[in-house]
């Protein structure tokens, strides 16, 4: 608790005194206690989530069930953000919607939530290491291109826009020929 010397006129009584005593350990609790919201969101961007996200889950953690206009209006994010973001944190385990109408969602419990932010990590690092030898070979593609020159290339683009245009006229003239066949067969019968 944090002491104050107060000049305290002699009409002033010890319950008095003693009110102002608590009036401000309540401010210095809820200061206290705003660090402490603060330093909780900093804490869940380290694990991923958003300032927003971070925002909603410590403001569900704090206030219970919620609807979202509540938490939108409360933690000052617009509306249609805020549908977004808790289907975000649904996604990642974290915010649970209730069944009954109107839909009120609820924080799961930090040790569980963690649990399911990691798990979704360790998730994400395996799909990035299944993802690496395409990229590896994407990424070699793009040297071998690389090394060509802008006229080289340009070279090659033209050269297979000719032969999509040829290739285009021969299936025509195949077409035509295949038509005018039939036509011919049809004439003779």
């Given amino acids: 608790m944090c002491h104050i010397k107060l000049h305290v006129p002699p009409y002033v009584t010890f319950e008095i005194l003693q009110f102002m005593e608590i009036e401000e350990a309540i ?8 660090q402490l919201v603060l330093a ?8 991923g989530l958003t300032k927003n996200e971070s925002k909603i889950y410590v403001y569900l953690s ?39 109408k109107p839909t009120r969602f609820s ?13 979704n990590q360790q998730k994400r690092i395996e799909e990035l290491k299944n993802l690496k030898n395409d990229m590896v070979e994407l990424w070699r593609s793009f040297e ?19 032969y999509s245009k040829s290739e285009k006229i021969r299936k025509n003239f195949k ?15």
């Fill in 62 to 100: 704090k206030s219970g069930p919620q609807k979202a206009i509540e938490i939108s209006r409360n933690e000052n994010i617009p509306r249609t953000e805020t549908y977004h973001l808790l289907s975000n944190l649904e996604l990642k385990g974290i915010v649970v919607p209730s069944v009954q």
């Fill in 27 to 34: 401010a210095s609790s809820a200061d206290n206690q705003e």
């Fill in 144 to 162: 071998n291109i690389r090394k060509y020159s802008k006229t080289e290339i340009s070279k090659f683009e033209t050269a297979m826009r000719k």
């Fill in 107 to 119: 924080a799961v419990e930090i040790d569980k939530a963690i649990e399911a932010i990691i798990t």
């Fill in 175 to 189: 077409a035509s020929i295949k038509k005018m066949k039939q036509k011919s067969d049809m004439l003779d019968n």
């Fill in 40 to 47: 909780l969101r900093e804490k869940l961007r380290d694990f």
